[in-house]
C-alpha cells in the first residue's frame, strides 16, 4: 500500500493543472521541498507536501530553514486525513504553521483553489 503522501502527491498531479512539476528527492538535500514548479507565466515555486492524521504537522529543523531563507515562492501544502480538506500555507508562515498546525489560517482551501493560486504567481 502506498504512503499517504505518494498518495496525495499523485492526487496533487492529477488535479493541478497547467503546472510544471518535478518531484525532488529529499535525499538529495535535506530540507529541499517535495516539488520544483513551473507555472505558464514562467515562475518558479517550490511545494513541500504534508499530510497529517491530526491538526500539528511536523517539520524538521532542515525544512524550517529552507522556508525562512526562501520566503518567496514556496509553499506547504497539508492535507488532514480526517474531515480536513487540502490547505496551502507561505513557506514564510512555517513557524506559525508548526505552532498552530491546520487551525492556522490557510491563503488557499481546496485543490482547484490552489491550482488557480499557482497559476496566478
Not at 491530526?54 to 497539508?78: C, D, V, Y
Request: charged share 25%; glycine share 8%.
Amino acid at each position: 500500500m502506498a504512503k499517504p503522501e505518494t498518495v496525495f502527491w499523485k492526487e496533487v498531479k492529477k488535479k493541478i493543472t497547467g503546472i510544471v512539476f518535478t518531484r525532488l528527492e529529499s535525499w538529495a538535500s535535506q530540507g529541499v521541498p517535495d516539488l520544483l514548479c513551473y507555472n505558464e507565466k514562467g515562475t518558479f515555486f517550490t511545494v513541500e507536501l504534508k499530510v497529517t492524521k491530526g491538526e500539528q504537522l511536523r517539520f524538521s529543523p532542515h525544512q524550517i530553514s529552507f522556508h525562512l531563507t526562501h520566503p518567496k515562492n514556496s509553499f506547504i501544502l497539508a492535507k488532514g486525513l480526517g474531515p480536513c480538506c487540502v490547505k496551502l500555507y507561505e513557506g514564510s508562515r512555517i513557524l506559525e504553521l508548526k505552532e498552530q498546525g491546520l487551525k492556522l489560517d490557510a491563503c488557499c482551501l481546496g485543490l482547484d483553489a490552489c491550482s488557480l493560486y499557482f497559476k496566478n504567481l
